[in-house]
């Protein structure tokens, strides 16, 4: 029903967290902002497709109040109840997707010898 609005809303928070430290100069900092872009371009992307999925089944809809389950309270509950699970579940496995692929990444590099671009 609604579960994508939780991967969007952690979306949105790294978004900000990532333009922030985009200005930094640090060195440190800016190579974070990219790795934070790889998380957004996935949270995002995730989030877009289950939102077209959703519109895809009715469940959203271009009017007010946008989400059909905000109709009857007892849909809201079960909305409510999808996306402090499935929602929750979602963004929780998103991120340590990218957390275990930085960690790949990081392994790997230090077996090649490459050194990581500033």
Do not use: Y
Not at 76 to 85: F, K
């Amino acid at each position: 029903m609604a579960c994508f609005i939780v991967p969007a809303g952690e979306a949105i928070i790294t978004t900000v967290a990532e333009k922030v430290l985009e200005k930094n100069d640090s060195p440190v900092l800016s190579q974070l902002s990219s790795k934070l872009k790889v998380l957004n371009g996935m949270l995002w992307g995730g989030s877009a497709l289950l939102a077209f999925e959703h519109i895809w089944h009715g469940e959203v809809v271009p009017w007010f109040p946008f989400l059909t389950a905000m109709n009857d309270p007892a849909d809201t509950a079960e909305m409510l109840a999808e996306m402090s699970t499935v929602g929750v579940t979602m963004a929780i496995v998103v991120t340590a997707a990218w957390a275990i692929g930085l960690g790949v990444a990081s392994v790997l590099r230090k077996k090649t010898g490459e050194v990581p671009a500033a």
